[in-house]
T-cell receptor, first 110, second 115 residues
Framework: RKEVEQDPGPFNVPEGATVAFNCTYS??????FFWYRQDCRKEPKLLMS???SGNEDGRFTAQLNRASQYISLLIRDSKLSDSATYLC???????????FGKGTTLSVSS | DVKVTQSSRYLVKRTGEKVFLECVQD?????MFWYRQDPGLGLRLIYF???????EKGDIPEGYSVSREKKERFSLILESASTNQTSMYLC??????????????FGEGSRLTVL
C-alpha cells in the first residue's frame, strides 16, 4: 500500500457545486496532515492543515478519520478559481519528512 | 515575505553531464527538501536535510546527491545526468518540523531536460 493515496480524478463540476476529495494513508502513527493546492505550472501552496477534530476555513472543510486512516477535503459552493490540483500530504513513517499523494485535479466550469 | 529561490528555472543538459540545482531560503529554516514532480507520479521525495551537513535519503535518491554547507542553501546534484531524470525539480523549506503543523514553502521549480 502506498504511503498516501488519493482519488484519481479528474473532477469536473459546475460552479456552485459541492465536491469532496478523499485521501488514505498507510502509517497509523502519522501525526501531521495537510491539503496543498497547486495551480497549473505553479508550485504547491498550503491550503489548510487537518486537525483531529476537523476544521473549516470558509468554504473548505477538512476532516480526519484516524480509525480508517483517511482525510477528506470538502469544497462548498465551488468557484472557477478553485480549479487546481489538490494534494494530500502526510508525514512519513519516521516523522522526518512530508509525503505527497499524486493529487486530484478539480475543474470548475461556468 | 517568505522566499525560496531556485537559481535555474529551465535547464537543458546532455546525458552524462553533471548538473547542480541550487536552492536558497531566507527564513532560517532547518528542514529543506528536494522533490521531483512528474505527470501521473506526483511529487516524490528525493533527499532532505534537517541541519547543516546533515542529509537523509527520501523515496527516490538513486542517481542524486545533495549538499548543505550553509543553513540557507540546499543543492541537488546529478552526478551523471540521464534521460529519465528529465523532470520538474521542486525545492522546499519547512517552518517547524514534519511532526507539527509546519508549512512547506516551495521554490518556483527547475525544469530539467536531459537529452
Amino acid at each position: 500500500r502506498k504511503e498516501v493515496e488519493q482519488d484519481p480524478g479528474p473532477f469536473n463540476v459546475p460552479e456552485g457545486a459541492t465536491v469532496a476529495f478523499n485521501c488514505t494513508y498507510s502509517n497509523s502513527a502519522s501525526q501531521s496532515f495537510f491539503w496543498y493546492r497547486q495551480d497549473c505550472r505553479k508550485e504547491p501552496k498550503l491550503l489548510m492543515s487537518v486537525y483531529s477534530s476537523g476544521n473549516e476555513d470558509g468554504r473548505f472543510t477538512a476532516q480526519l478519520n484516524r480509525a480508517s486512516q483517511y482525510i477528506s477535503l470538502l469544497i462548498r459552493d465551488s468557484k472557477l478559481s478553485d480549479s487546481a490540483t489538490y494534494l494530500c500530504v502526510v508525514n512519513n513513517q519516521a516523522g522526518t519528512a512530508l509525503i505527497f499523494g499524486k493529487g486530484t485535479t478539480l475543474s470548475v466550469s461556468s | 515575505d517568505v522566499k525560496v529561490t531556485q537559481s535555474s528555472r529551465y535547464l537543458v543538459k546532455r546525458t552524462g553531464e553533471k548538473v547542480f540545482l541550487e536552492c536558497v531560503q531566507d527564513m532560517d529554516h532547518e528542514n529543506m527538501f528536494w522533490y521531483r514532480q512528474d505527470p501521473g507520479l506526483g511529487l516524490r521525495l528525493i533527499y532532505f536535510s534537517y541541519d547543516v551537513k546533515m542529509k537523509e535519503k527520501g523515496d527516490i535518491p538513486e542517481g542524486y546527491s545533495v549538499s548543505r554547507e550553509k543553513k540557507e542553501r540546499f543543492s541537488l546534484i546529478l552526478e551523471s545526468a540521464s534521460t529519465n531524470q528529465t523532470s520538474m525539480y521542486l525545492c522546499a523549506s519547512l517552518s517547524g518540523t514534519p511532526m507539527n503543523t509546519g508549512e512547506l514553502f516551495f521554490g518556483e521549480g527547475s525544469r530539467l531536460t536531459v537529452l
